[in-house]
């Protein structure tokens, strides 16, 4: 199985402060990477798909980039609602394998 | 837009069989060419795909559970399943069941997400 580590495992940030989110894969995934937010009691949402692809209705202060073994999720400006987790997921071959995640929490 | 709704029991026993049902509204499986997925949140093992189910009915399952596992589609088109056998505590998760959309050049991605119910296994 292909394995997804995610660093940092927490980080603390402000309102209005940008954050980046590193996604490592065990092996190449080229750009096979998809990035979810995930809020307790609530069903996980879709942010960016195929690395860099940002996902109908989600805001234009998510971005992703990488490729390779090597990705970012960035949050440019975080606002109140941003405050959760985040998973990066490879879909370059099954099974789909997901990073242990990333709890952004308010500073 | 499509939304989904997972149901079942919330406690299983040990060495039982689990059993859940995700209700599709707003589109159905059988006119879509995407798949149906479950997909598990424990604390052991983070966020684990667990298998998915084509609108043909051709299945693929996560080597690490299947032996186990068994996703199914009802003819209606509006619900899928998810069945477990010899369930365990390990098996104690949250449960999801997706839409895995289908893009270009073999790209896919899970686009819809019910918000998940809470399985216990224990005796």
């Known amino acids: 199985d292909i394995q997804m580590t995610q660093s940092p495992s927490s980080l603390s940030a402000s309102v209005g402060d940008s954050v980046t989110i590193t996604c490592r894969a065990s092996?190449?995934?080229?750009?096979?990477l998809n990035w979810y937010q995930e809020k307790p009691g609530k069903a996980p949402r879709l942010l960016i798909y195929?690395?860099?692809s940002l996902q109908s209705g989600v805001p234009s202060r998510f971005s992703g980039s990488g490729s390779g073994t090597d990705f970012t999720l960035t949050i440019s400006s975080l606002q109140p609602e941003d405050f959760s987790t985040y998973y990066c997921?490879?879909?370059?071959?099954?099974?789909?394998?997901f990073g242990l995640g990333t709890r952004v929490e308010i500073k | 837009q499509v939304q989904l709704q997972e149901s079942g029991p919330g406690l299983v026993r040990p060495s039982q069989t689990l059993s859940l049902t995700c209700t599709v509204s707003?589109?159905?499986?059988?006119?879509?060419?995407?798949?149906w997925t479950w997909i598990r949140h424990s604390a052991g093992k983070g966020l684990e795909w667990i298998g998915r189910?084509?609108?043909?009915?051709?299945?693929n399952y996560n080597p690490s559970l299947r032996s186990r596992v068994s996703v199914s589609v009802d003819t209606s088109g509006t619900q899928f399943f998810l069945e477990m056998t010899s369930v365990t505590a390990a098996d104690t998760a949250v449960y999801y069941c997706?839409?895995?959309?289908?893009?270009?050049?073999?790209?896919?991605?899970?686009?819809?997400w019910g918000q998940g119910t809470l399985v216990t296994v224990s005796s």
């Open positions: 997706a839409r895995q959309k289908r893009g270009e050049q073999l790209y896919t991605w899970f686009d819809s």
């Open positions: 707003g589109g159905s499986i059988r006119r879509s060419a995407d798949f």
């Open positions: 189910i084509s609108t043909s009915g051709s299945t």
């Open positions: 092996q190449s995934i080229s750009n096979y």
């Open positions: 195929a690395a860099s």
């Open positions: 997921q490879q879909s370059f071959t099954t099974p789909w394998t």
